[in-house]
């Protein structure tokens, strides 16, 4: 089989893969959220509180976006803004605890459906899977911690 057929299974597998983890994401509790919302409040909760231009950069979106998309979750009630103390122009984000609830729940799914996935493999072919995933993001991602 040649490479060019490979990657047209990968990204067939890939875009499957895909829909299986929005089907997950899209609805959480009671909440309707984007694949870039709930992105951002899983960031958000494994920093604690960060600032917007940090949580811009992380995310690879614009000062701007971000703006528009902390918005949107403080108008959801999953993230509140604080201004710094000591300089009024710092914005720090930090999520609610609706926020946090929802974050669990998220994560919860989203393992779930991994679990079952991956329930389907042999230790040694879960252990390849990962192994072969983690190479393949090596190559999109050099110098970036994992």
């Given at each position: 089989?040649t ?14 893969i895909?829909?299986?983890?929005a ?85 919860k ?38």
């Amino acid at each position: 089989m040649t490479t060019e057929n490979n990657v047209t299974r990968v990204l067939e597998a890939f875009d499957k893969i895909s829909r299986v983890f929005a089907d997950v994401s899209g609805f959480v509790g009671d909440i309707s959220l984007s694949k870039l919302e709930l992105l951002t409040i899983e960031f958000i909760s494994k920093q604690e509180k960060i600032i917007m231009s940090k949580l811009a950069d992380n995310l690879r979106i614009r000062f701007n976006t971000a703006t528009s998309l902390v918005d949107r979750l403080v108008q959801k009630k999953l993230v509140q803004r604080v201004r710094d103390k000591r300089d009024r122009r710092i914005v720090i984000v930090g999520l609610t605890d609706k926020g946090k609830k929802t974050v669990l729940l998220y994560q919860k799914r989203r393992e779930k459906a991994m679990t079952e996935m991956m329930g389907v493999l042999s230790a040694e072919e879960q252990k390849t899977t990962i192994f072969i995933m983690e190479k393949l993001i090596k190559t999109k991602t050099k110098g970036e911690k994992l």
